[in-house]
């Protein structure tokens, strides 16, 4: 293909047309480019980036593929007092989002787009979520000035004209728009518009904000239409374990950010259990319908990773540092003249004439990386990526795993007794602020299913969506809640966690195909201690005990400081979760 034809209008489609032409009305860009996916496409595009300086090459021998890019200091992350939901009544959007009236977020926004792209180009970039042909995958358009979102957009997501194939002579695709603007934090805005399944994107180019596909809308307007649709959305990684006889169980799991989804999703069972594997289907979300056999299937909408970067070595997740190794963006990590990267936590030195992620020269003592600089990677290369992510029926579910970050309270591991307990549990999940935190340390801050800042309508309406799935099921997963960070009165940790969770995991397949054991406590189905593995371990059993032990005085605190939660959302929460926590307190 010449370069005379890469840009060139690729559709017909009469609803993409209007809207893209209604768009380039507005923001008045010199010229649209449409992308079509193509790898010379591909190529022009890097290119024009470096060429502006958006990206710049890493050295090419170690790190093939690979580009950097720097984003403005004040936009390093995901900004939720920004995000809004702007559905025509507030109650739709709930006490846990933003909320503004669609017509007042559309004025507001169509007003600081208008002219938005004199002197630049916008990409129209179409995109898939999920496989090709599957029954869950969704179609969007992204409307874009930044070159770096349209290049990252190819990396997360199945964009170009399969897309045109995949929508047809449907008119239902999400209509995204972002302008970059001057990247200024009193101009950004991060807007929802569920009933017309349109994103506005403005006054930011980081990742969470940006790549419409993924919290926009694989999460915010993903749960909204699962709602509608009979389907989940959700902010959980898959993956499947193959046991030594080659037979697979896949399981769902939601932490919350920065709680080790991506190292879960990619992990390296230990020495002891050379014979399993772990295969991941997806780090961040998981799309999920009832299928065949009455049990939930999910698919990963997503193609490539989007993770931090600090703390991620060898060691951590040697599966993440394979699949950076090439065709890979850099975002504000630390570099050197002469391409090479560092980051706190990699496992070399930092190497000299290092430059820091805000383009100084790093001083030993301040952060080289940011501690939010991202890595944006093809999952085609995780060595361990499961050949079913592009099966369109998804993977059959058999459990669900909860966790948070708690240093206290949380054992390590208990089963849910049924469905709607395990609903209530992964309800009141959350983590417990540390030091370094805002808030009071030792609090407990409430990310219901990790979705607190994901959940694209009313929370108490999604805690009853969860709980009415279950009647479409006949065979649902259980559901477990995990936690890898209990600590001792001294502040050391229970469990080493990383590899070593393999030998809880080990235990929730166990339970799922009925072949162990488990005993009733107040809490659901805990393991006997004896039942976890422990062998080729250099770990005391004593602390084992300690990391399962129930502290009812710790748990009377817990649920009475679930209030909190029950009072923001007691208009909507189900009463099946106020009699769960009945039952718990009887319990108790
Ligand atoms: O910040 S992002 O939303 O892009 C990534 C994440 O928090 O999972
Ligand atoms: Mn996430």
Redesign the pocket.
Known sequence: MSEATLGTKNTAHPAISAWVEKMAKLCKPDRVFWCAGSEAEKQFLTDLAVHQGTLRPLDQKKWPGCYYHRSSPNDV??VEQFTFICTPLKEEAGPTNNWAPPAQMYDRLYCLADSAMRGRTMYVVPYLMGPPGSELSKVGVELTDSVYVVLSMGVMARTGVLAYEQLGESDDFNRGLHCMLDVNPERRFIAHFPQDNTIISVGSNY??NVLLG??CLALRIGSYLGHREAWMAEHMLILGVEDPKGEKTYVAAAFP?ACGKTNFAMMIPPERFRDWKVWTVGD?IAWMKPGPNGRLYAINPETGY?GVVPGTNFKSNPNAMRSMQRNTFFTNVAITAEGDIWWEGKDEEPPPGLIDWQGRPWVKGEKAAHPNSRFCAPMINNPALDPAVDEPLGVPISAIIFGGRRATTMPLVFQAFNWIHGVYVGAMMGSEMTAAAFGTVGQVRRDPMAMLPFCGYNMGSYFSHWLKMRKNLQRPPKIFHVNWFRKTAEGEYLWPGFGENMRVLKWMVDRCRGRVGADETPLGWMPDPSDIDLEGMNYDRSKLEEALRIDIEDWKKEVMSQDELFIKLHNDLPVELHFQRELLISRL
């Open positions: 992350a995901r990742g969470g993924k919290k950010s961040d989007f």
